[in-house]
């Protein structure tokens, strides 16, 4: 399977319930839940959620409405360390457990959520 694939086999429905299970645990979470805006949950869960879509082949809303995604930058805000990485796969991981997409998204999917959470470390611990 490749990456434009993935929206087909999965659906607007596995993208949005996969983004789902993981922002129910943000606000919860002692690390990450101060991190995300308490009054805006709903829109951060669109934009990973649309992100997520347009990278793997579904529409492009991401880009229509937030433009190129330098992720690196737009978490610059934020204190990345690698601590804070491996909870946000924690919760990813779990997700991705909890809304069992057919195996083969599912495994490009855990590669490249991986990849980019460790690309956006930004500060050393
Ligand atoms: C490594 C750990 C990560 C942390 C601690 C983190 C944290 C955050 C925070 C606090 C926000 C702001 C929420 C908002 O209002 O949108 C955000 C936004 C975002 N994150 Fe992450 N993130 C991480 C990894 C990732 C990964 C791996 C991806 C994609 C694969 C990603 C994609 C996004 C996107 C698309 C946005 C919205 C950017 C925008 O348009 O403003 N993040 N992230």
Redo the contacts with the bound molecule.
């Keep these: 399977m490749d990456e434009g694939d993935v929206y087909a086999a999965v659906g607007e429905d596995g993208f949005e319930r996969l983004v789902a299970a993981f922002y129910r645990q943000v606000p919860g979470d002692d690390?990450?839940g101060p991190?995300?805006?308490a009054d805006?949950?709903a829109?951060?869960?669109?934009?990973?959620r649309?992100?997520?879509v347009g990278?793997f082949g579904g529409p492009p809303r991401?880009i229509e409405?937030?433009?190129h995604?330098r992720?690196r930058m737009?978490?610059a805000?934020?204190?990345?360390s690698p601590a804070?990485?491996?909870?946000?796969?924690a919760l990813?991981t779990r997700a991705l457990d909890e809304v069992r997409l057919p195996a083969d998204a599912d495994a490009l999917l855990r590669d490249?959520?991986?990849?980019?959470?460790?690309?956006?470390?930004n500060q050393p611990g």
């Design positions: 690390l990450l991190m995300y805006p805006d949950l829109g951060a869960e669109q934009r990973l649309d992100f997520l990278r991401y409405q937030r433009g995604p992720l737009r978490h805000p934020f204190a990345v804070a990485r491996d909870r946000w796969m990813m490249f959520l991986g990849q980019v959470a460790t690309m956006m470390i």
